[in-house]
């Protein structure tokens, strides 16, 4: 495995870095405190080909490897998470599949605006009683001529507010649990679809998340994504290309706790030395970014594992439940480092403190990986 970026993914990471820097970083605090979506933001990322990184360019797409897809998530997530999030969702969730399961035609109508950053997307799996468990959810597909008619409420879905287009796992037939789950691609201007305002959350303020509502939704058969019954396999695959997109996330939330807590050390001056020079304070420094590196190399991992075509079930496992659980570590030392400073919000750790969080808990709980993990080494011994 090839651990060192080539020539053009150290030109991306720089240009992107610059973005964030300049386009994104001056709005991530005030949009963390409004709740305001950055659609502006999204749309001057996508005209940088960000909204579908690793979708080839006759989709829409930049074209680059997954690799690259983890340098623009952690390099955006770094400045403003709810903004990596927003990218991330589009990327993974929604491009992914569509490049994956669509027709040919529906790549080029649906996953193309998407991949250019025209349209923004959404993947609409979770509801109120069918988080972890997906297999138990209860919204309903039933098949009317030329269209399917879809009944039921989502939750918790990033990007909701805004989407333009939302990716539905309804079932045909409840008692068959997963066997009857079906994708669909859901114009969000489709009569018979409501969502609901904000959701004010602890972290990733900005993310817009929010509830759907379907009610005799008509959507055409021509957007199935799959055949009938293929839905819940869509989900799980796709899960697991956007756990590689949260453990970038969790990393560069991380990184940015890490720099402003090693200059925070450097500059602060406790009983006539600076607080770098306390072992207590060193100590705390080389855990975090030991652990920062150890949970990019996962991330890259997962990544490298996926751009050449392997099963990447467990590494995207083990990369997203250690970079989460790394950003909380890193995250918490950050905001103690910082003292009664950083529990306020003249800083920025406390942002990073409260975005760190959402990482251990959307797309797959860190309970749900150690289960995943688990299964797969067993079955495997």
């Known amino acids: 495995m090839q651990i060192r970026l080539s020539p053009e993914q150290q030109l991306l990471q720089e240009s992107v870095r610059r973005f964030a820097e300049e386009v994104v970083a001056p709005k991530a605090k005030e949009i963390d405190a409004s709740g305001e979506f950055p659609r502006d933001v999204y749309d001057q990322a996508g005209e940088l080909g960000l909204a579908g990184v690793a979708v080839p360019e006759e989709y829409g797409g930049a074209g680059m490897d ?39 035609e529906q790549k080029h109508e649906i996953l193309a ?34 269209d399917y008619v879809l009944d039921g409420e989502k939750v918790f879905i990033t990007n909701g507010t805004h989407a333009d287009l939302a990716l539905v796992f309804a079932t045909l037939d409840r008692e068959q649990g997963h066997k009857a789950i079906t994708a669909f691609a859901v114009d969000t201007d489709a009569p018979g679809l409501r969502r609901g305002g ?64 090693l200059a925070y050390a450097q500059e602060r001056e406790q009983f006539g030395r600076s607080l770098s ?22 991330t890259w991992k997962a990544a490298w594992a996926k751009d050449r075509g392997r099963r990447y ?5 083990q990369a997203k439940l250690f970079a989460s659980e790394m950003a909380q570590r890193v995250t918490n030392k950050a905001l103690q480092i910082h003292g009664g400073y950083g529990y306020t919000r003249e800083y920025n750790v406390e942002r990073y403190f409260r975005d760190a969080r959402i990482t251990e808990i959307y797309e797959g709980t860190s309970e749900i990986h150690k289960m995943v993990i688990a299964d797969w080494v067993i079955d495997r011994a």
């Open 198 to 261: 904000h959701e004010v959350k602890l972290g990733v303020n900005a993310s817009g998340t929010t509830w759907l509502a379907f009610e005799g939704l008509r959507v055409p058969a021509a957007r199935r994504l799959g055949g009938e019954g293929e839905g819940f396999k869509v989900a799980m695959a796709t899960l697991d290309g956007g756990r590689i997109g949260i453990a970038a996330q969790a990393v560069g939330i991380a990184q940015a706790a890490y720099e402003a807590a």
């Open 313 to 317: 079930t467990l590494e995207a496992a």
């Open 66 to 104: 997954v690799v690259s897809y983890c340098l623009v998530i952690e390099e955006i997530s770094r400045v403003c998470a709810s903004t990596g999030v927003i990218l991330s969702v589009n990327n993974s969730l929604v491009c992914d599949p569509l490049a994956a399961f669509g027709s040919e």
């Open 277 to 298: 020079k306390f072992q207590a304070i060193q100590f705390y420094l080389a855990d975090m970014v030991t652990e920062l590196d150890a949970a990019r190399l996962l």
């Open 113 to 146: 605006p998407l991949a250019r950053g025209e349209r923004l997307g959404c993947f609409a799996l979770t509801e109120p009683g069918a988080g972890s468990d997906a297999a138990s959810l209860r919204t309903t597909a039933r098949r009317d001529g030329d």
